[in-house]
């Protein structure tokens, strides 16, 4: 068993060599850091592929943090691409929309 991990650096050490060997939930726990920036530098670009890789073998956090990554985060390469100018994203007009027939 190894060491407790004292810093983020030691925890995306110790996901690294699981997520390498193929690991989804080090994967999704690699992905989680670099999209929270929990290790100072925020790296969407490698949140999603480590997100995509565990989603890809059934891990659930992994596949939600991506679509709500896809649906909402301005910095998500996939939001900027697919969201046409003056579109909001889907979770606000779905609650926009509860909000309107719950007056009624």
């Not at 193929?22 to 999704?28: I, K, W, Y």
Request: glycine share 8%.
């Amino acid at each position: 068993m190894p060491p407790p991990a004292e810093t983020f650096g030691d925890a995306m050490r110790w996901y690294g060599r699981a997520a390498e060997a193929g690991d989804p939930q080090a994967q999704f726990y690699l992905g989680y850091i670099h999209d929270r920036a929990l290790h100072g530098a925020n790296s969407m670009s490698d949140a999603l592929s480590w997100y995509r890789r565990a989603a890809a073998q059934g891990e659930v956090r992994a596949q939600f943090r991506l679509g709500l990554l896809f649906d909402t985060d301005p910095a998500c390469p996939a939001t900027r691409r697919k969201r046409k100018p003056g579109t909001k994203p889907l979770r606000r007009r779905a609650m926009r929309r509860r909000a309107s027939t719950s007056r009624g």
